[in-house]
């Protein structure tokens, strides 16, 4: 019994470093604000998600003890994280940070200088 | 939905007090037999019987999850080939959602599907502007929107 409970909390703790990792390789790698926002945001969340619930089944398991902080934490970081990710992709947008070279299309740009010829 | 809720809560408070017995088995037993008359009156109220909201609910977490997994094994594609081979880009959505806690959980939903997410809600509310890992795949990607997700969740707000 200790040994598969063992087996599926290290499962998910080494998954969610995993995640985390490969999340920190795409900041480095990829190459603007945007395509960079797609990693940090999306696999760094699924990580911290992973980590915390093989500390969750750690506790439940191991201590017998329900420890509902981490399963709030869960949540809390479930519905932040996307909207983190939206606000400073946004920002960067207002102040002008440039799409990376490789990008074909940008259908905010033309809305927004549509909006300044009506006015 | 909030009003049958609390119907129900109250039918089972009622039930607690009928039978003079204050545990927790006692109010699941009453909100039990609330919910089952609730079902039975289920013509006299404005909105339709409330489990099945309750369902959707629970579909859309479903969808929630499958989609961060999803996304996160796309965004793994991109990050691990030797070369960078993608084409980025923003495009604009209609929306035909319209009460503003429906617009924002269906930017939290893009923001979490495979390589997409919401860059601007336009001011009126009527267009999102996403920004796309991969713009080739976009009219797949409006399809699956339009289709699962505004569905989702126009199931839960109706």
């Given at each position: 019994?200790?040994?598969?409970?063992?087996?599926?909390?290290?499962?998910?703790?080494?998954?969610?470093?995993?995640?985390?990792?490969?999340?920190?390789?795409?900041v480095?790698?990829l190459p603007d604000v945007y395509t960079r926002n797609h990693a940090a945001s999306?696999?760094?969340?699924?990580?911290?998600?992973?980590?915390?619930?093989?500390?969750?089944?750690?506790?439940?398991?191991?201590?017998?003890?329900?420890?509902?902080?981490?399963?709030?934490?869960?949540?809390?970081?479930?519905?932040?994280?996307?909207?983190?990710g939206?606000l400073i992709s946004r920002a960067a947008y207002n102040i002008g940070v440039p799409l990376w070279?490789?990008s074909?299309?940008?259908?905010?740009?033309?809305?927004?200088?549509?909006?300044?010829?009506?006015? | 939905?909030?009003?049958?809720?609390?119907?129900?809560?109250?039918?089972?408070?009622?039930?607690?007090?009928?039978?003079?017995?204050?545990?927790?088995?006692?109010?699941?037993?009453?909100?039990?037999?609330?919910?089952?008359?609730?079902?039975?009156?289920?013509?006299?109220?404005?909105?339709?019987?409330?489990?099945?909201?309750?369902?959707?609910?629970?579909?859309?977490?479903?969808?929630?999850?499958?989609?961060?997994?999803?996304?996160?094994?796309?965004?793994?594609?991109?990050?691990?080939?030797?070369?960078?081979?993608?084409?980025p880009?923003?495009?604009?959505?209609?929306?035909?959602?319209?009460?503003?806690?429906?617009?924002?959980?269906?930017?939290?939903?893009?923001?979490?599907?495979?390589?997409?997410f919401?860059l601007?809600?336009?001011?009126?509310?009527?267009?999102?502007?996403?920004h796309?890992?991969?713009?080739?795949?976009?009219?797949?990607?409006?399809?699956?929107?339009?289709?699962?997700?505004?569905?989702?969740?126009?199931?839960?707000?109706?």
């Amino acid at each position: 019994m200790t040994e598969i409970s063992n087996f599926i909390i290290g499962f998910f703790i080494l998954l969610g470093s995993i995640l985390s990792l490969v999340a920190a390789i795409g900041v480095v790698r990829l190459p603007d604000v945007y395509t960079r926002n797609h990693a940090a945001s999306k696999s760094a969340t699924l990580g911290v998600i992973f980590i915390l619930f093989g500390l969750f089944l750690y506790y439940l398991l191991t201590e017998h003890q329900v420890n509902s902080r981490v399963l709030l934490g869960i949540v809390f970081v479930f519905i932040t994280a996307p909207v983190a990710g939206h606000l400073i992709s946004r920002a960067a947008y207002n102040i002008g940070v440039p799409l990376w070279k490789g990008s074909v299309q940008d259908d905010l740009k033309k809305a927004r200088s549509k909006k300044k010829l009506m006015r | 939905m909030a009003f049958q809720l609390l119907l129900n809560v109250f039918l089972a408070f009622t039930w607690m007090f009928l039978s003079n017995d204050y545990s927790p088995l006692a109010f699941f037993k009453g909100y039990f037999f609330g919910l089952v008359v609730i079902f039975f009156l289920r013509r006299f109220f404005h909105r339709r019987f409330y489990v099945y909201n309750v369902i959707a609910v629970i579909r859309l977490l479903m969808i929630f999850l499958i989609e961060l997994i999803k996304s996160n094994l796309s965004v793994f594609k991109v990050i691990l080939s030797p070369k960078l081979k993608m084409t980025p880009g923003i495009f604009a959505l209609e929306t035909e959602l319209e009460k503003d806690w429906e617009i924002t959980i269906l930017s939290n939903l893009i923001t979490l599907t495979p390589g997409t997410f919401v860059l601007e809600v336009s001011d009126d509310n009527k267009t999102l502007y996403i920004h796309a890992m991969d713009i080739d795949d976009v009219e797949q990607a409006k399809l699956d929107i339009k289709n699962t997700f505004e569905k989702a969740i126009k199931e839960v707000s109706r």
